[in-house]
């Protein structure tokens, strides 16, 4: 069993730039895939990235040259650096950890970008 912790969240202006954090409860050496998600009011939540154990990394065109997904295993966390954000990103950020073929989702952090 997993528990993952988010954190980071907040107000910012368009253009600005935000770091998530992901803390899980054991080594996410041990984790395959760790994941980040949004889902913004009245839309279904949606992948913005995912890093793979070896640290394979997949994005969401919308984010692709914006945000940054790592992970740290000395840490047992896993980070989102947003960068240029725009208004349609604003949504509660979930962390997503796949374990022993059962995921383990966060409580989210709310992400607000507006003027």
């Known amino acids: 069993q997993v528990q993952v912790v988010e954190s980071g969240g907040g107000l910012v202006q368009p253009g600005g730039s935000l770091r998530l954090s992901c803390v899980a409860s054991r080594s996410i050496s041990s984790i395959y895939n760790m994941s980040w998600y949004r889902q913004a009011p009245g839309k279904q939540r949606e992948l913005v990235a995912s890093?793979?154990?070896?640290?394979?990394?997949n994005y969401a065109d919308s984010v692709k040259g914006r945000f940054i997904i790592s992970r740290d295993n000395a840490e047992n966390a896993m980070y989102l650096q947003m960068n240029s954000l725009k208004p349609e990103d604003t949504a509660v950020y979930y962390c997503k950890a796949n374990f022993a073929s059962l995921d383990y989702w966060g409580q989210g952090t709310q992400v607000t970008v507006s003027s």
């Open positions: 890093i793979l154990r070896g640290g394979t990394t």
